[in-house]
T-cell receptor
Framework: RKEVEQDPGPFNVPEGATVAFNCTYS??????FFWYRQDCRKEPKLLMS???SGNEDGRFTAQLNRASQYISLLIRDSKLSDSATYLC???????????FGAGTRLFVKA | DAEITQSPRHKITETGRQVTLACHQT?????MFWYRQDLGHGLRLIHY???????NKGEVSDGYSVSRSNTEDLPLTLESAASSQTSVYFC????????????FGPGTRLTVL
């Protein structure tokens, strides 16, 4: 079993739709959580950190459920420009070990 | 503006050759990382460094080496390239705290024939 698992998709949604991605992690020692975005053939870029109480950044909302060991990303009012791969990232305590999920592909269509 | 660059951006080499991929950052970050990205695996950590003269193995370090002689550079060397090392390689850096964001370079696409 992978340490960080994501549904690879692809998710195909129309503009304006709401879409949610989940990510599960297996190690309870995980401390920090992030969502990165990666465009085709480009480098990953930080989308948002995920805080225990949940956090929002514009149309994006991230949630963390430590008991069930998953994090989620909700995108409201999807735009064409949201088409990308979304990477779930988990960092462990006591070091810089960082585990990246394989990513979920999103296609937003007009 | 501060940045992180990688060179070359594309490289084709033959099995058995030594290859070095360059990574240079101008943020003065302490931490630098090398990842490889393959379909279905996501990003996997090869080596990382917390500072000058410090290097550490990641989860897929076999066949790779790094050295950190200054803050700005962390070159990645494939000692004897193998076809299994065909991949996209990303370098990243972060300032110093565990929660710090990692900033990625544009990547190097390496093909080993």
């Amino acid at each position: 079993r992978k340490e960080v698992e994501q549904d690879p998709g692809p998710f195909n949604v129309p503009e304006g739709a709401t879409v949610a991605f989940n990510c599960t992690y297996s190690n309870s020692a995980s401390q920090s959580f992030f969502w990165y975005r990666q465009d085709c053939r480009k480098e990953p870029k930080l989308l948002m950190s995920v805080y225990s109480s949940g956090n929002e950044d514009g149309r994006f909302t991230a949630q963390l459920n430590r008991a069930s060991q998953y994090i989620s990303l909700l995108i409201r009012d999807s735009k064409l420009s949201d088409s990308a791969t979304y990477l779930c990232v988990v960092k462990y305590r006591g070091g810089f070990k960082t585990i990246f999920g394989a990513g979920t592909r999103l296609f937003v269509k007009a | 503006d501060a940045e992180i660059t990688q060179s070359p951006r594309h490289k084709i080499t033959e099995t058995g050759r030594q290859v070095t991929l360059a990574c240079h950052q101008t943020w003065n970050h302490n931490n630098m990382f090398w990842y490889r990205q393959d379909l279905g695996h996501g990003l996997r950590l090869i080596h990382y460094s917390y500072g000058v003269q410090d290097t550490n193995k990641g989860e897929v370090s076999d066949g790779y080496s790094v050295s950190r002689s200054n803050t700005e550079d962390l070159p990645l060397t494939l000692e004897s390239a193998a076809s299994s090392q065909t991949s996209v390689y990303f370098c990243a850096s972060s300032e110093g705290q565990q929660t710090d964001t990692q900033y990625f370079g544009p990547g190097t696409r390496l093909t080993v024939l």
